[in-house]
């Protein structure tokens, strides 16, 4: 009896041994200055960022869409100004509008008609083969070939105006087939109108 009794006080005494090591939780004082509570929930915010990313992107997306249209409107009004001053050709001794001179004198059609303010002027020419009085008349009869072709497809005679330079004006030095047949030309240049172009629809 007196050994059990001797057991359970040790028990005791060791319990009571154990519970006094435990280390107590320590306590945090609460700060004196709190920090201020947000203005705005987190949610708020993050959707103003975003709202703003998405207003950013559409800004650049519109930039880029405006210099892509304005080059596209740059590069037709420089096709239109090029068809309409593209030079056409003749044969030898020829001022009849010949199959690749009555194309390029198509092409131009659509433009005048789009554009009626524009005027045009004709220069004739030809090669150095010839006196210089023939060539003169030569050229005035290929720049008067090319108006006739434009005012017999409706357009206005007073709209386009003629004149020859003969030889006196060659494209392409030299006295070969290759030089002359670039010689034998007229060429047209834009004397009103040509600042407000309108592509054809």
């Keep these: 009896m007196n050994r059990m009794h001797r057991g359970l006080v040790l028990a005791l005494v060791t319990a009571f041994a154990l519970a006094a090591c435990r280390k107590k939780p320590e306590t945090v004082a609460a700060p004196s200055n709190p920090a201020p509570a947000p203005t705005e929930t987190c949610d708020a915010a993050c959707q103003r960022r975003i709202a703003d990313s998405l207003a950013a992107v559409r800004a ?7 210099a892509n249209e304005a080059a596209e409107n740059a590069r037709r009004m420089a096709a239109v100004r090029a068809t309409l001053v593209a030079t056409i050709y003749f044969d030898y001794d020829q001022f009849d509008i010949r199959g690749d001179a ?41 720049a008067a070939s090319a108006k006739r072709y434009l005012t017999d497809n409706g357009i206005d005679p007073a709209r386009i105006s003629i004149v020859s330079y003969g030889e006196s004006r060659p494209a392409v030095m030299g006295s070969d087939e290759s030089a002359w047949a670039r010689n034998r030309r007229a060429e047209f240049e834009i004397t009103a109108g040509g600042n407000n172009l309108v592509v054809p629809q």
């Design 102 to 142: 009555r194309q390029a004198l198509d092409q131009k059609l659509p433009i005048l008609r789009s554009n009626v303010a524009v005027q045009l002027r004709i220069a004739g020419h030809a090669d150095e083969r010839g006196s210089d009085q023939y060539n003169d008349a030569l050229g005035q009869r290929r």
């Design 60 to 66: 650049r997306e519109d930039s880029i869409r405006r």
